[in-house]
């Protein structure tokens, strides 16, 4: 499945709030069309907007690799964050050194791939103390958007289930409306027939009676 920024963006912060770490938006709050809390409002807003840039400046984030700390620092509005793997390293070879840990474990946020990408760093990544430093993998908020639009797909599917037994039932209805319309014309014709019959007996009862009375002048 392809993402766009957005919805990677929409995932971080997802993957985020789950992790328990709290994010101020970017930028600050809107403005009034009245006069009196227009001073107010500015006020407020900027004070919103420093709000937020004081408590990104002082979020501390930390990424496996360049690429998700770019994407991160991006999700979090351009706050800084750190890759632990140097820019060119291969992520599978690539081991740490004695101080990551301690990285880490300083760190508020930790973002990494998973899918064993960070394979020098799995020994690492796998002592991480979440309750300490909130983690985020992509490979696991990826797989879990896929449940999601597979879990929408069997609810779509059921409806057009429910839309087929529709149709069946109404063709059901057809059928038996059909049904009917050819006894109903059965039973017309079984009249006609026996109308015609009553008739055919009538003309022969009134030529019998004619013919006894033209013997009894005779």
């Known amino acids: 499945m392809i993402l766009t ?3 990677c ?19 600050g709050g809107g403005t009034t069309s009245v006069d009196t809390e227009t001073e107010t409002t500015v006020a407020s807003s900027a004070e919103t907007s420093e709000g937020s840039d004081s408590a990104l400046s002082n979020l501390t984030a930390l990424a496996t690799t360049s690429i998700w700390a770019d994407v991160t620092s991006n999700a979090l ?3 800084p964050v750190e890759s632990i ?3 060119g390293a291969d992520p ?9 840990p301690e990285d880490i474990a300083a760190a508020d946020l930790l973002v990494r791939n998973g899918l064993f990408l960070e394979e020098g760093l799995l020994a690492t990544l796998d002592a991480v103390d979440e309750s300490v430093t909130p983690v985020v993998s992509i490979a696991t908020l990826i797989a879990s958007g896929e449940e999601d639009d597979h879990v929408d797909h069997d609810d779509h599917d059921d409806e057009a289930d429910h839309a087929d037994h529709d149709d069946e039932a109404d063709h059901d209805d057809h059928d038996d409306h059909a049904d009917h319309d050819d006894e109903a014309d059965h039973d017309d014709h079984d009249d006609h027939a026996d ?8 003309d022969h009862d009134d030529h019998a009676d004619h013919d006894d009375e033209a013997d009894h002048d005779d």
């Open 5 to 7: 920024l957005d919805q």
């Open 9 to 27: 963006r929409r995932r971080y912060l997802a993957g985020f709030a789950a992790s328990g770490l709290f994010l101020a938006a970017c930028g």
């Open 77 to 79: 509005c351009g706050a």
């Open 85 to 87: 793997i140097p820019l």
């Open 92 to 100: 599978h070879s690539w081991e740490p050194s004695i101080r990551v």
């Open 195 to 202: 109308h015609d019959d009553e008739a055919d007996h009538d």
